[in-house]
C-alpha cells in the first residue's frame, strides 16, 4: 500500500525549532519529488515547500523561506522539515504529499495524488 | 505569482443536485498545471482531477473538470451525501503551487 506517515508534531515555543518527518511505502521514494503543505486550525491549505527527488530543487513559499529547510534521506525513504524561529502563524496541521507526473496523449500533468494524515504543530507560550 | 480565486464560499444544496465550483485565476495559465482536491472533515485532501479535466484514480465519473485560461470549474453531478467537503483548485506553477481558498459543499 502506498502511504506517508507524518511525524514530529507538538508544542513549541516562540522562536523554537522542531523538526518533521514524513514516512513513505509502497512506493519507490527516491524518483519522486515531495512536498508540504499545511493547514491552520480552520483555514484552507498552503503549500510551504516543494523538493525534487534528488533536493537539487527546492522552492519555498514566501512564508517559509529562510527558516524552514527540506531535506531528505532516500535510504531511508524519508522527507525532513526543519522548522527554525517558529511563530505563531506556523501553528497548524503540516502534510505531506507526492508530487505525480502523468503523460496523456504526449501531455504531461503534474498534482499531489498521494497525502500523510499530517502531524499537528502548535506554537503558542 | 498567480493567485486563484474560489466561489461560491460555501454551496448548500441537496442530494442528487448538480453542484458547480468556480476557480478563478488571476492571470491565465496553462490548464495542465491545474488540479482539484476534495477534502472531507477530518481527513486529508485527496486529488480529485489533474490537467483541469482528468480524473485521478477511483474517482467517480460524477466529478468532472473543465475550464481554460483564467476560469475552470469543478462540476459534481449528482450529489451524494459523502460529497460533504471542502474542495480546492491548485496551480503547479513553475516555482510555486497555490492553493485556491476553498469551496464548501454543504449537503442539505
New interface residues.
Given amino acids: 500500500e502506498v502511504q506517508l506517515v507524518e511525524s514530529g508534531g507538538g508544542l513549541v515555543q516562540p522562536g523554537g525549532s522542531l523538526r518533521l518527518s514524513c514516512a513513505a511505502s509502497g512506493f519507490k521514494f527516491s524518483t519522486y519529488s515531495m512536498?508540504w503543505?499545511r493547514q491552520a486550525p480552520g483555514k484552507?491549505?498552503?503549500?510551504i515547500v516543494?523538493t525534487s527527488s534528488s533536493t537539487t530543487t527546492t522552492?519555498y513559499?514566501d512564508s517559509v523561506r529562510g527558516r524552514f529547510t527540506v531535506s531528505r534521506d532516500n535510504a531511508k525513504n524519508s522527507l525532513y522539515l526543519q522548522m527554525n524561529s517558529l511563530r505563531d502563524e506556523d501553528t497548524a496541521v503540516y502534510?505531506c504529499?507526492r508530487d505525480?507526473q502523468?503523460l496523456?496523449r504526449s501531455?504531461?500533468?503534474?498534482?499531489?495524488?498521494v497525502?500523510?494524515?499530517?502531524t499537528t504543530v502548535t506554537v503558542s507560550s | 505569482e498567480i493567485v486563484l480565486t474560489q466561489s461560491p464560499g460555501t454551496l448548500s444544496l441537496s442530494p442528487g443536485e448538480r453542484a458547480t465550483l468556480s476557480c478563478r485565476a488571476s492571470q491565465s495559465l496553462n490548464s495542465n498545471f491545474l488540479a482539484w482536491y476534495q477534502q472531507r472533515p477530518g481527513q486529508a485532501p485527496r486529488l480529485l482531477i489533474f490537467g483541469a479535466s482528468n480524473r485521478a484514480t477511483d474517482i467517480p465519473d460524477r466529478f468532472s473538470g473543465s475550464g481554460s485560461g483564467t476560469d475552470f470549474t469543478l462540476t459534481i453531478g449528482r450529489l451524494e451525501p459523502e460529497d460533504c467537503a471542502v474542495y480546492y483548485c491548485q496551480h503547479y506553477g513553475s516555482s510555486y503551487r497555490p492553493f485556491g481558498g476553498g469551496t464548501k459543499v454543504e449537503i442539505k
Fill in positions: 512536498n503543505v484552507g491549505l498552503e503549500w516543494y522552492f513559499a502534510y504529499a505525480e502523468w496523456v501531455v504531461f500533468y503534474y498534482a499531489m495524488d497525502w500523510g494524515q499530517g
